[in-house]
């Protein structure tokens, strides 16, 4: 199960360049993001950069 970003994401983007795999990108409305559940490796790099928490693991 691949790590998840709760609606609590500003979009800032912050996880972007934190990511391996370049699983995070921006959602198609342009208000935040999210991550690639076939793409996420689970590393869990993205967790601790984000500014409000947005992020959780599976």
Known sequence: MA????DDCIN???CD???PVDAIS???EGTARVIDAET???C???VDCCPVSA???P
Do not use: L, R
Not at 3 to 6: A, E, K, V
């Open 40 to 42: 996420c490796i689970d």
């Open 44 to 46: 869990g790099a993205c």
């Open 12 to 14: 800032c983007g912050a």
């Open 3 to 6: 790590h998840t970003i709760n």
């Open 55 to 57: 992020i959780a693991g």
């Open 26 to 28: 921006e959602n198609p």
């Open 17 to 19: 360049p934190t990511c």
